[in-house]
């Protein structure tokens, strides 16, 4: 095993992507659940979530309005043939994603080729402008509407 020092590891942890999978097995929830350590700590928050096949993609984490009226458009995003709006609200310092886009303003990006079309520009052409909906994202400080909002600003973020 190396071992790298604290300026190597700060260095090259900006040159690796890190990617988390995950996948649902039945038969392992199943087994799991019949376990006698599930038995013994059931309805605890990690066991019931163990189980699950629930994931940060479909929780209702950061599904709320902004408290704010003044937010500045951002942009179009569409994923899976539907249309949300993108907003900072710079008094909260969030960003919030729903399914009302403002249709009128010229930034449109597509976020799968499937959704890519005449008006809309790809992705990767707006690289620094998804960077910082990214750090938006890590941050901590996106708030969506629903689910399928939250899942189109996701992929959106997801790909460098």
């Not at 994603?97 to 520009?121: F, L, R």
């Not at 707006?126 to 996106?142: E, N, P, V």
């Amino acid at each position: 095993m190396v071992w790298l020092t604290e300026k190597e590891l700060l260095t090259d942890m900006f040159l690796f992507t890190w990617v988390l999978e995950q996948g649902y097995i039945e038969n392992a929830a199943d087994e799991i659940a019949a376990s006698g350590f599930y038995k013994a700590f059931k309805g605890s928050n990690y066991m019931t979530y163990n189980i699950s096949k629930k994931f940060l993609k479909n929780s209702t984490t950061f599904i709320n309005k902004p408290d704010s009226k003044n937010n500045t458009y951002i942009c179009t995003l569409r994923y899976n043939g539907r249309d949300y709006g993108v907003r900072l609200y710079s008094d909260e310092n969030i960003v919030y994603c729903n399914d009302k886009p403002d249709m009128s303003y010229h930034i449109k990006i597509s976020v799968t080729t499937a959704d890519h079309d005449i008006n809309y520009a790809m992705l990767m052409n707006y690289g620094a402008m998804i960077g910082q909906l990214r750090y938006y994202f890590t941050s901590g400080l996106c708030r969506f509407s629903d689910i399928d909002a939250k899942e189109a600003y996701m992929q959106a973020v997801a790909i460098r």
